[in-house]
């Protein structure tokens, strides 16, 4: 099948697209809050946070999460109610519009309470905390949370989205936020220490339902197979993913379906492994041609409402596409696919080029879902800026829009069910997906394929450019988070060093995307003096330190900028971010990391992220970066404290481990080791690049690859490994060459690519399978919506808490 294509070939520059944005931004500003009085600004009008600023214009008085606002509840004795979320959250802007833009709620909440204002983004932590009771309580989660707390911050009574008092009849079953808000006041009023005591009684049960298992016995890799049959039976055969609508990418998950069969397990059959990666695979190309792929420019949006990827919510984030970049990568390399590869570039592009690029390197945030239909617009849409109508391909696209129109599913009466368009924002939209390969395309039309496709690109070309000019661009959360960077630095750098030998020039753009971000993160981001992160940058470093999932996901990317280049000032960085991770958030009784230090004066729980969501668990990943810095430096204690994490997580590792499968692999190096591949020679040798090429072209998890230069050894390697000491001191063997070492011993020096091919580094259960191309020779079409949603969806539903609640006094 034709992939997907390529880049618009109108690329602007990281100025230019400075300058679009700031224009737009100006617009934005101008127009979108036109209708209501936009000279009242409440307090949060002097907060950096692109979330809370877009809430500055509310009569509901808001403040931050701060010591004053919490000590202001204490003193005035007031129950807080504490709204959660994020700048391109659909459903935030939802209920902005229906509540906190009327006045009546905004008079009942200045009554009674102390309205409390969160950037999920900035304080994840908060987020956590609450949204762990959320879920507890309720079954689910998602955003915006909504949440009312005790002055001393317990939790009362919480939920996600509630309808606004004209939207009240649209969601039969969910009570009107008015009406809670009443409920909530006047029970603080009339039987306060009945709340007290059952807020006291939920925070108690919370931290013994979060309590992690451990165990002193030792874990078994049959837990992977036990993550693989839960997705075997949750697999969507015909759309790929899993389970029903809506559906989420889930990069952590596709990453463990796509390399079990690499991950030297005597639990792992061929079968299993075979299947697992096809899930995985069938996924990714339904992703590439599906609605939830913006085909027009680039990225991939957070989730799709359908199960066949046909409807996004549009909302971009950095974290799916650092992550996805790295599931495309790992497929390519199992397949050779250019539908991969060419997906894995154009996300590349998009962070690197267009409107997540900071200029001085460095990624924002996110793109909004919603957006100005036009530059005379007044009221924004959900996906207005990559929906189209039938007459507008005819109008711009001339005599191809008919063409274009097959490929892309564009409808005159459009695509997009009405049941899944609550608002009627999408009426006679169409939302881009690919339903025809271009051979079927060109048979339809009777044209040759390289006519066709060169009309498909043409059509892109008018269409991209119709877009630039006239369509406002959605709103930029353009805040740097330096956890998600991380998540991108590394993704670029595995790619970088995949494709040099194939693409040298895309080679060194994904390299200087991945450098000139971590440059910005060290310089703007990091405090040298204390070792420490700051969480965000938005025109100057925020005032909130890092958490884990901030030094993990950056150590993570700094070990593969180090493979991607061996300059060892990214490994040595990574060892003093690790270091600082270790003192800040160790936990020296139970093991593993908490998510804050024990500094955080205002977190009620100390929590420890286990369970993968969206982005992976912060302690999955350390347990990967101690097992790499292990590898890399020789040091067995790292090692042993990336298995106290695991048995930690026991409990959950044996219940659900599909919920963990991010840790599967650590579980897993546990038991069969890591892989230490190190080459030997000058990097300006030729049979040096060639055993690198060799090696970069293979997946290769729980395994590291080292480069010494026998005539200038890297000193940080030599000093701290002593079977890189004993490779230096090899004066006999030939150079270049290759030692494969396990276990921190080094078989026989390999010295022919060749040979190296044909070593056991490369040959790993289901490495010759058949390519899903068969499968994929007639592509199956967009199929229409089925449910509609109420509420911005979180990862996973858990089970609920059997506590008793003041929840029941609310219904």
Known sequence: MTSPPDSPPTSATRSDLMKRTLITARSFLSSSKSTMATEHLNRLAASKSPYLRQHMHNPVDWYEWSPDALQLAKE?????????????????????????????????????????????????????IYMSFVQATTGSGGWPMSVFLTPDLKPIFGGTYFPGPDAVKMHSGRGGFLQIIEKIANLWETDQERCQKSASNILEQLKSFSASGGTENDLSDRIAIDAYNYFRKRFDKTNGGFGGAPKFPTAINLSFLLRMGKYRS??????????????????????????????????ISRYSVTADWSLPHFEIMLYDQGQLLGNYLDAWLLTGDDVYLSTMDSLATYLGTQRLAHPGGGFYSAEDADSLPGKESLEKKEGAFYVWEYAEFEKILGEDAHIAAAFWDVRRGGNVDPRHDAHDELL??????????IPELAKKFNKTEEETEAIIKRCRQKLWEYRQEHRPFPHLDDKIVTSWNGLAIGSLAR??????????????????YAEDAAKFVKTNLYKPESGKLIRVFREEAGKVEGFTDDYAFLIQGLLDLYEATFNSEYLQWALKLQETQDTLFWDDTDDAYFSTPASASDAILRLKDDQDNAEPSSNAIATSNLMRLSAFTGDREMEDKADRTCRAFAGTLEDAPFAMTGMLPTVIAQIAGMRQVVVVGSLEDPKTQDFLSTIRAQLMPNAVVMHIDPENPDALIVEKNEVIREIVGDKKSPVPRVHICEGFACGLPITDVGKLQENQLFICIGHTY??????????????????????????????????????TVVK
């Not at 006679?428 to 390969?437: F, G, P």
């Not at 790619?495 to 200087?512: F, I, S, T, V």
Request: hydrophobic share 40%.
């Open 76 to 128: 005035q004795n007031k129950p807080i109610f504490l709204s959660v979320g994020y700048s391109a959250c659909h459903w935030c802007h939802v209920m902005e519009r229906e509540s906190f833009e009327n006045q009546i709620i905004a008079a009942a909440l200045n009554k009674s309470f102390i309205s409390v204002k969160v950037d999920r983004e900035e304080r994840p932590d908060v987020d956590r």
């Open 266 to 299: 005597d639990a792992v059959g061929e079968k299993e492994a075979e299947h697992a990666r096809q899930m995985a695979l069938l996924t990714l190309r339904k992703i590439a041609f599906g609605g939830i792929r913006d085909h027009i420019g680039y990225g």
């Open 428 to 437: 006679k939209k169409n939302v881009l997906c690919i339903v025809l390969t």
């Open 495 to 512: 790619a970088a060093a995949a494709l040099k030998a194939k693409n040298p020039e895309r080679a060194k753009d994904y390299l200087k």
């Open 770 to 807: 058949q390519y899903l191309r068969e499968r994929m020779s007639t592509f199956i079409p967009c199929r229409n919506p089925i449910e509609p949603i109420n509420a911005e969806p979180y990862q996973r539903k858990t089970k609920r808490m059997p506590i008793q609640l003041v929840q």
